[in-house]
T-cell receptor, first 114, second 113 residues
Framework: DSGVTQTPKHLITATGQRVTLRCSPR?????VYWYQQSLDQGLQFLIQ???????AKGNILERFSAQQFPDLHSELNLSSLELGDSALYFC?????????????FGPGTRLLVL | AQTVTQSQPEMSVQEAETVTLSCTYD???????LFWYKQPPSRQMILVIR??????QNATENRFSVNFQKAAKSFSLKISDSQLGDTAMYFC??????????FGQGTELSVKP
């Protein structure tokens, strides 16, 4: 158990819908990272938040957005869902004092868009 | 752009034997970290080992060790005394300052009894 929690574990929805994935980092970790794992794209970095502020953006679609709340939990919002958004979405967290700390991953949310 | 390449999509090893997974990366940076993560059938991403680029000594964690060749930009993982529980997908990953992880495509390792 990494100490990072993600809910829900599974999500099945239809094209065009909107979903919210939730992540709670390990106690004491200030940074949250979101990654997408799909068969065709592999594991890709989406976005990073540090202590409530967006720090880095990767290959995140405009239909996707995220935020980190004062209690440091984070939500990833996916809207206007397409079949290709079906993937495993991971949240990871780190202390991130100097930018090189190890990231610990949550169990992931498996999203299936039908 | 930084890239990570794992040239072995699949590998297999007999229980109790040793196996080495390959990883190469491309970067112009001097300060970075390298990681191996394991993803068993449960799909959980589990840290196996990490290596700081400024350290010449290769990292070890119990049965897991790395061979880090900075000049060659190579970072292989050696698993000794392989166990059935080592069956998983293994990902090599590269991190620069700021924390973004760049992953390779993975190597699926099967440990056979």
């Amino acid at each position: 158990d990494s100490g990072v929690t993600q809910t829900p574990k599974h999500l099945i929805t239809a094209t065009g819908q909107r979903v919210t994935l939730r992540c709670s980092p390990r106690s004491g970790d200030l940074s949250v990272y979101w990654y997408q794992q799909s068969l065709d794209q592999g594991l890709q970095f989406l976005i990073q938040y540090y202590n409530g502020e967006e720090r880095a953006k990767g290959n995140i679609l405009e239909r996707f957005s995220a935020q980190q709340f004062p209690d440091l939990h984070s939500e990833l919002n996916l809207s206007s869902l397409e079949l290709g958004d079906s993937a495993l979405y991971f949240c990871a967290s780190s202390v991130d004092l100097a930018g090189y700390e190890t990231q610990y991953f949550g169990p992931g949310t498996r999203l299936l868009v039908l | 752009a930084q890239t990570v390449t794992q040239s072995q999509p699949e590998m297999s090893v007999q229980e109790a034997e040793t196996v080495t997974l390959s990883c190469t990366y491309d970067t112009s940076e001097n300060n970075y970290y390298l990681f191996w993560y394991k993803q068993p059938p449960s799909r959980q991403m589990i840290l196996v080992i990490r290596q700081e680029a400024y350290k010449q000594q290769n990292a070890t964690e119990n049965r897991f060790s790395v061979n880090f060749q900075k000049a060659a930009k190579s970072f292989s993982l050696k698993i000794s005394d392989s166990q059935l529980g080592d069956t998983a997908m293994y990902f090599c990953a590269f991190m620069t300052g700021g924390g973004k992880l760049i992953f390779g495509q993975g190597t699926e390792l099967s440990v056979k009894p």
